[in-house]
Nanobody
Framework: QVQLVESGGGLVQPGGSLRLSCAAS????????MGWYRQAPGNQRELIAV???????NYVSAVKGRFTISRDKAKNMMYLQMNSLKVEDTAVYYC?????????WGQGTQVTVSS
């Protein structure tokens, strides 16, 4: 099993920045891809960024150019640097990973962008 714990959420003004972290523990040797989903009130959870085991990064168009995903495999950490935040980025952000078995999720961290 893999456990994922997010941190770094909070309240930020439009145009500001936040850095989310995701700490992995447990059977981290079995982690393949890692990424971030978000869910805004009344919306479905959407995949916004993923980094494959081979280091390929993909982003949904809404965050491309503003968000950067990265992984530190030695520390079992993943990050999401979020710049130029917009009100519409307000959501609960979840990290996830794929393994040879199930997909795992963190508990989520709230990001609120408001003036």
């Amino acid at each position: 099993q893999v456990q994922l714990v997010e941190s770094g959420g909070g309240l930020v003004q439009p145009g500001g920045s936040l850095r989310l972290s995701c700490a992995a523990s447990g059977d981290t040797f079995d982690i393949h891809n890692m990424g971030w989903y978000r869910q805004a009130p009344g919306n479905q959870r959407e995949l916004i960024a993923v980094e494959t085991d081979g280091g390929i990064r993909n982003y949904v168009s809404a965050v491309k150019g503003r968000f950067t995903i990265s992984r530190d495999k030695a520390k079992n950490m993943m990050y999401l640097q979020m710049n130029s935040l917009k009100v519409e980025d307000t959501a609960v952000y979840y990290c996830y990973c794929t393994t040879s078995g199930p997909k795992y999720w963190g508990q989520g961290t709230q990001v609120t962008v408001s003036s």
